[in-house]
């Protein structure tokens, strides 16, 4: 298999330890930075075709995982930008929101707005 050594669980071990993490577990979620040693790692197993990647996109994050698991990878690659949107949700209040809580601390929503104002 292209001069790769497989071992008898069927994991390649020339890549080093992170690419056969990902044989076994399936797939790995980068969100964030990775060592440039270890993306080194990933891109040579990418580009022996012993792991496949999808790009990050948007609030989609990186991922690479084991050849097999790519409808897997797409599905986790979905739920992963899902949930960034509903945590982005949880944090912006709409108007109407704004609205309500000035009303329910007492506040009068014509002076918020006329102050809102005067500071921009």
Not at 28 to 42: C, H, T
């Amino acid at each position: 298999m292209n001069g790769i050594e497989i071992s008898p669980h069927g994991y390649t071990e020339a890549f080093g330890p992170n690419v056969s993490r990902i044989l076994c577990q399936g797939t790995l979620v980068v969100n964030g930075r990775i060592p440039s040693q270890v993306r080194k790692e990933l891109s040579a197993a990418v580009k022996a075709n012993v792991l496949g990647r999808l790009r990050k996109d948007g609030l989609k994050p990186e991922i690479y995982f084991h050849p097999s698991h790519k409808n897997g990878a797409i599905d986790r690659q979905k739920r992963e930008a899902a949930y960034a949107i509903s945590c982005i949700s949880k944090v912006v209040a709409t108007p109407a929101h704004v609205r309500e809580g000035i009303e329910q601390n007492g506040g009068d929503v014509l002076d918020y707005a006329l102050n809102e104002m005067k500071r921009v």
